[in-house]
């Protein structure tokens, strides 16, 4: 410690450089944090959701239909406790670039399986008492400043209703206030309407939905009971493919898995080159300081101890610089995710991002520290 | 005429003293070109991607689907739909006078791609009138599926994507086993990631009756849509959407090559800024180790002005080198890179290569040089007000 005084001294014998040095490293770690903190706060987001929960989907594609009447069938297995369901509305808001995430349900039951979406009894029950009544969540209500009592016209690129029209009004009875946490899942944003009152009013593929949700009393049973949900359809034109809420989420994501790995070299290649600035910025840093590290040795400081201080004195700048940056990402990750839904610096990634910092104080830092060690005195005295 | 004699000789002094300064130079040349080559890779993939779905073929066409559909996958058409479309004015006629329609189903399968991953795969079905509509698709081995049996042709995109799809092998999907008898080439258009079978024997495979997804007609010339979409339009019975192909496929792209453009921005935007403090540093420590030389030339009756442009032009070469480093990574290591990806209102995977055109590496070079003047503007001011007298005693 009280070498502090001498070290910070080193740090800032040249302001301008120390200062740029610095940037440049906020810079890299801000990078690093923001999209290593949206690519984790995504993956986390996946391994969150509850296990007790399956998804059932038509076997061919997830925007297939699939019979309704499957839900009883569904019952029967034993270990199901409730099934709910959701078909896409593929509604808009006035203007077809405005899509609203909109599905219908049967609310009854979506209540019980995602007791995440907080959505009271009470709602429940005006959602049966009006039949175009929808549901939504906090989140959507606030984007378009829409209230309980509002009735909303939505267009869609699916379904036209009996009038022969794909514009459709909706009451709104209830909002619900997703609980802390859930807010990344698009469901808790959703626009919800009655299926029963849906399926009448539309013109085709009645009595069919695009997925089934399915909780089990035990999570340790969701691979015997998601086959034993298949066998129900098995050789029929419906068949279904049923996966735990996980594996299916996971294997929407991959669908982008191309473009992901691109995303991480990006990452590397931007890591890579920010890091070469540094440590090379750093390396001469020290280069020209050579004539005083000899100072030092000469008034008496052992090999040992000037390499130290040398080390030190980039561990600070690194370790600093690192900190600012990864601090900036998580307001930048704060705005970001406030688009794209869930990311949150995560302490894995903090944890992560602050052993790169110290790596790059060693490999920035160790040549120097062993140069000084190794320093000949009269000869660097001499500028040789 | 002496000041330009000035900077080239002082530029020319600086230049051949780079050799000298080359562990610091590098950090300029090697900074910017990874924020070349990261802007320049995330475009050509948003370059790839529109250039896929947008590659249009030789002649005008217009597509059809139900009224709000936003892609073809969402859309349902009746084959009365599809019949009263085909009557309408505006369609070119082939020599026996049969209009050039083709009505189209469109469905989405499952299949493994070669690394085992499973993935969607877009199915279309059309009718023999379907090659002479899409004359972009050319089959290079094998035979054209023949109507009424279960044969697919496959895109040689998807071919090389997903295991099991060579010619004589057997896909057994949902309903029926198809046969591939041909693989064929759609000329860099979205056909090449997918897989096409007679219409009938699709619906009929999926017992999706006698509908279609959307109706696609050759028009007789480019005024020949205006005609058309008004006959369409103004019929009540039915409740379409027309667009010409330009139009539907360029607001297909435009959700994902949106997202991309954003990603290359931003994180290019925060790299170029990391670079331009490595430029400052390295131009700042080219004029500091200069200091002498430059109150030299001072003390001897050079200009200012001559010192700040060599110090620019120093800046500049550096950004020119780094940004064709960047622009020659980006391009051996990406241009033609085969990447799938869902998205664009597509259904299934897109099969699309990267694409570094001139135009992006044009735009790299620039992004370079602006990182160069800025990262040499101020330490060219320092270098300029350098007092001689102090200068020229410091050791």
């Known amino acids: ?227 034993q949900i298949d066998k129900l359809t098995e050789n029929s034109f419906d068949e279904t493919r049923t996966q735990t809420e996980n594996a299916a989420l996971q294997s929407r994501l991959k669908q982008f898995a191309d473009i992901n790995f691109i995303a991480n070299a990006i990452v590397g290649a931007v890591m890579f080159t920010l890091l070469f600035l540094t440590a090379n910025t750093m390396m001469q840093s020290v280069r020209e300081r050579i004539p005083e590290l000899a100072v030092l040795k000469t008034v008496g400081f052992t090999g040992a101890k000037v390499s130290v201080l040398v080390l030190i004195e980039s561990l600070m700048l690194c370790l600093f610089a690192a900190v600012v940056g990864l601090i900036l990402s998580a307001g930048a990750i704060k705005i970001v995710g406030s688009v794209l839904g869930p990311a949150t610096l995560l302490p894995i990634v903090v944890i992560f991002g602050l052993v790169i910092a110290v790596a790059l104080a060693i490999v920035s830092g160790l040549p120097p520290a062993m140069r000084a060690q190794r320093l000949n005195i009269v000869d660097a005295l001499a500028g040789r | ?78 084959n009365d739909a599809a019949l009263t479309i ?42 023999q009138d379907g090659f002479a509509v899409h004359p972009e698709i050319r089959m290079i081995s094998g035979r054209a599926f023949r109507p009424g049996l279960t044969e697919m042709i496959v895109g040689k995109s998807a071919q090389r994507l997903y295991s099991g799809l060579d010619v004589g092998a057997q896909v057994k999907l949902r309903g029926a086993t198809w046969i591939v008898v041909g693989v064929f080439d759609g000329s860099g258009s979205s056909h090449d990631s997918e897989l096409i079978a007679d219409k009938q024997t699709l619906n009929s495979a999926y017992q999706r009756g006698n509908g279609e997804q959307s109706v696609w007609v050759v028009l007789d010339s480019q005024r020949g849509f205006q005609a058309f979409k008004d006959a ?41 800024i990391g670079a331009i403090f490595g430029a400052l540093n390295t131009m700042y420590a080219a004029v500091s180790t200069r200091s002498r030389e430059i109150a030299t030339l001072r003390a001897i009756g050079f200009g200012p002005a001559p010192v700040v442009i060599s110090v620019f032009v120093e800046a500049l070469l550096l950004a020119l080198i780094g940004g064709a480093i960047g622009a020659l990574i980006a391009w051996v290591l990406f241009n033609g890179y085969s990447v799938n990806s869902a998205g664009g209102g597509f259904g299934g995977q897109l099969i699309f290569d990267l694409a570094v ?39």
Not at chain 1, 154 to 174: E, Q
Not at chain 2, 232 to 259: G, K, R, W, Y
């Open chain 1, 1 to 227: 410690m009280k070498y502090f005084m001498l070290i910070w001294a080193g740090l800032w014998r040249k302001k301008t450089r120390t200062v740029l040095t610095m940037l440049s490293i906020v810079v890299a770690f801000l990078l690093f944090g923001l999209l290593q903190g949206i690519n984790q706060g995504i993956k986390a987001g996946l391994g969150d959701t509850s296990n007790n929960r399956l998804w059932t989907t038509n076997r061919m594609s997830a925007i297939n239909s699939i019979p309704v009447s499957l839900m009883d069938r569904m019952m029967t297995v034993k270990g199901v406790r409730n099934v709910a369901h959701l078909s896409f509305f593929g509604g808009y808001f006035q203007d077809a670039k405005n899509a609203i995430p909109a599905f219908a349900t049967n609310i009854d039951k979506l209540a019980i399986i995602y007791p995440e979406l907080n959505i009271t009894q009470a709602q429940v029950a005006a959602m049966k008492a009006t039949r175009p009544g929808a549901l939504i969540g906090r989140p959507l209500a606030k984007k378009y400043g829409w209230k309980v009592g509002d009735k909303i016209p939505l267009g869609t690129t699916i379904w036209t209703n009996n009038d022969g029209s794909n514009n459709w009004a909706f009451d709104i009875v209830g909002i619900f206030d997703p609980l802390p946490g859930s807010h990344g899942n698009p469901l808790a944003s959703a626009f919800w309407i009655n299926y029963d009152y849906w399926d009448e009013a539309r013109q085709f593929d009645k009595h069919r939905i695009h997925q089934f949700f399915v909780q089990v009393d035990d999570p340790a049973h969701s691979a015997v009971i998601a086959a």
């Open chain 2, 232 to 272: 369409i339009t103004t019929n009540p019975q039915l409740q379409v959407d027309v667009s010409t192909e330009e139009e539907f496929t360029a607001q297909q792209s435009s959700v994902i090559s949106t997202i991309l453009k954003i990603v290359a921005y931003v994180v290019g935007g925060i790299m170029a």
């Open chain 2, 357 to 395: 055109t001139p135009a992006l590496v044009g735009l790299g070079i620039t992004w370079a040089c602006v990182i160069g003047l800025i990262g040499g503007l101020f330490p060219a001011i320092r270098a300029a007000r350098l007092p001689v007298a102090t200068a020229l005693r410091a050791v």
């Open chain 2, 1 to 78: 005429m002496s000041a330009l004699r000035q900077i080239a000789a002082v530029s020319a002094i600086n230049i051949r003293s780079l050799p000298q300064r080359i562990g610091t130079s590098s950090v300029v040349v090697i900074g910017i070109a990874g924020v070349v080559a990261v802007l320049i890779s995330v475009l050509a993939m948003s370059t790839g991607f529109i250039k896929t779905l947008q590659r249009t073929g030789p002649e005008h066409r217009a597509i059809v689907v139900r009224t709000g559909s936003s892609a073809e996958i969402v859309s349902v058409l009746t």
């Open chain 2, 86 to 127: 085909a009557n309408a004015p505006g369609i070119k006629k082939d020599r026996d006078g049969r209009p050039l329609v083709s009505p189209e189903t469109l469905l989405i399968v499952n299949l493994k791609k070669k690394d085992g991953d499973d993935a969607t795969a877009p199915f279309r079905g059309f009718t």
